[in-house]
T-cell receptor, first 114, second 114 residues
Framework: AQSVTQPDIHITVSEGASLELRCNYS??????LFWYVQSPGQGLQLLLK??????LVQGIKGFEAEFKRSQSSFNLRKPSVHWSDAAEYFC????????????FGTGTQLKVEL | DTGVSQDPRHKITKRGQNVTFRCDPI?????LYWYRQTLGQGPEFLTY????????KSRLLSDRFSAERPKGSFSTLEIQRTEQGDSAMYLC????????????FGDGTRLSIL
């Protein structure tokens, strides 16, 4: 069965600083990987997805993620964080395609200091 | 595209009562998913439908839980004889059929058991 690990429960960065959120997955075949963002009391918004092809994927709000098969990682990055990026971020993996059930990590809570 | 809609947004009930939640997916989305999210955790898969057929149920879905999607459009999730441990956010997501189709989430129903 697939699993996702997000090692950092909380991260604090200053506005304007760069950001990297870590995600490691476990899955026997080629994974389908996602990053979602959740604001308090809200549902999840898709930031970006990786299915195949170019291992560096671009998403919304200036986020990008890089798939590294050798490290089983799919880290999320942003070159310059804005105060509005404060939220919880979830990495997820789907088995057998994006239409199948998602397995999520426990999330990383991002705080942005002004 | 009006997004995934869930109703109610909040539900407070006494232990032992039955509750029902509704999810309206994005129109023409074949697949509909239910997830449960407890505080400090990522969403956990409960069940999903392809059109009106319920294709998979998690072992988290005890016999007190039942989900339907009678005409392949909206779905309901019912919990009978609620328990304290049922307190959570219940999230609905929908997607088109196909390996490259991501899931789109609603804002969830927050259930609180007194």
């Amino acid at each position: 069965a697939q699993s996702v690990t997000q090692p950092d429960i909380h991260i604090t960065v200053s506005e304007g600083a760069s950001l990297e959120l870590r995600c490691n997955y476990s899955y026997g075949a080629t994974p389908y990987l996602f990053w979602y963002v959740q604001s308090p009391g809200q549902g999840l918004q898709l930031l970006l997805k990786y299915f195949s092809g170019d291992t560096l994927v671009q998403g919304i709000k200036g986020f990008e993620a890089e798939f590294k098969r050798s490290q089983s990682s799919f880290n999320l990055r942003k070159p310059s964080v804005h105060w509005s990026d404060a939220a919880e971020y979830f990495c997820a993996v789907a088995a057998g395609g994006g239409g199948n059930k998602l397995t999520f990590g426990t999330g990383t809570q991002l705080k942005v200091e002004l | 595209d009006t997004g995934v809609s869930q109703d109610p947004r909040h539900k407070i009930t006494k232990r032992g009562q039955n509750v029902t939640f509704r999810c309206d997916p994005i129109s023409e989305h074949n697949r509909l998913y239910w997830y449960r999210q407890t505080l400090g955790q990522g969403p956990e898969f409960l069940t999903y439908f392809q059109n009106e057929a319920q294709l998979e149920k998690s072992r988290l879905l005890s016999d007190r839980f039942s989900a339907e999607r009678p005409k392949g459009s909206f779905s309901t999730l019912e919990i009978q004889r609620t328990e304290q441990g049922d307190s959570a956010m219940y999230l609905c997501a929908s997607s088109l059929l196909g390996p490259n189709q991501p899931q789109h989430f609603g804002d969830g129903t927050r259930l609180s058991i007194l």
